[in-house]
């Protein structure tokens, strides 16, 4: 059976134009509220650089993609109702880290979740696991000598549940311990409850390109298994 394909692209954001005219309204107030300016840059840029990637998609120019959200959470998406749409609607998730921003797009509207972070020095990473993982995959951050080999099992860990979290919407209130996603890097197919809303669930740690930074760490959550592509960034 062919697998659902998913497009993966990594941006700079500080290479990418901050173009408030690209935004809706909401999206410049939002940007407006945030108190640094490098904050409000990168924002823009992100939000920018995702429509641009949409409107390619779409046929539109990225002022023209109609965002709109989702459940309770507020994940954005595509309005799917909105009279522009007539061809089929790309699904997509968005992730930023610093600079550091990664897109995951479906043409075929497959739901994804996508969460990149960076592995880095982090003395807490035992009390946070022990607090929020899952008791197996606390243990198993318990059981290394801290230092980087622990924090690279955190963050990997981390970024697997957050992927989920953002799959169902629900975000970090939707609970990191509530489904174990593991702390390994392989695909695993995930058992959720059900007030999740899935009837499935799928995550793997992502094999990021070697030109990217390193420290870097990402995963992508989707309702089954998914072939991955990296796009070459471009302008
Ligand atoms: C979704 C959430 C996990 C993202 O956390 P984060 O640290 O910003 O992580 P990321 O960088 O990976 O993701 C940010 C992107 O996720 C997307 N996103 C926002 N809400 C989302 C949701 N409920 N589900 C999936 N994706 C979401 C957006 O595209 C956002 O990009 P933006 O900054 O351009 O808006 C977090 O914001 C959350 O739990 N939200 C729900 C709870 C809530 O509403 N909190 C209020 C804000 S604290």
């Not at 709109?68 to 089929?88: E, Q, Y």
């Not at 008791?135 to 549940?161: H, I, N, Q, S, Y």
């Not at 990021?208 to 930074?213: E, I, R």
Request: proline share 8%; aromatic share 6%; charged share 20%.
């Amino acid at each position: 059976m062919n697998q659902p394909l998913i497009w993966l692209e990594y941006q700079h954001l500080d290479h990418w134009p901050a173009e408030e005219s690209a935004l809706s309204d909401s999206e410049r107030e939002r940007a407006a509220r945030l108190l640094y300016a490098e904050d409000r840059a990168r924002f823009v840029a992100g939000r920018h650089w995702v429509r641009q990637r949409l409107g390619e998609r779409l046929g539109c120019r990225p002022a023209a993609v109609p965002l709109t959200t989702t459940g309770a959470r507020g994940k954005p998406v595509i309005d799917h109702a909105h009279p522009s749409i007539s061809t089929r609607v790309p699904s997509f998730n968005l992730t930023h880290t610093g600079p550091h921003a990664l897109l995951a797009l479906s043409l075929d509207g497959v739901a994804l979740g996508v969460d990149l972070e960076y592995a880095r020095a982090f003395a807490r990473a035992a009390p946070i696991a022990a607090r929020h993982f899952n008791a197996a995959e606390a243990a198993a951050v318990d059981a290394l000598t801290a230092g980087p080999a622990r924090e690279a099992v955190f963050f990997r860990t981390w970024t697997r549940k957050e992927a989920y979290l953002k799959l169902t919407g629900l975000g970090l209130p939707g609970g990191l311990a509530n489904v174990e996603t593991g702390t390994e890097a392989a695909a695993r197919v995930l058992s959720v409850p059900p007030e999740h809303g899935l009837a499935t669930a799928w995550v793997t740690t992502l094999a990021l390109p070697s030109d990217l930074p390193s420290g870097l760490v990402a995963a992508l959550a989707a309702p089954t298994a998914v072939t991955v592509r990296w796009r070459q960034p471009q302008p």
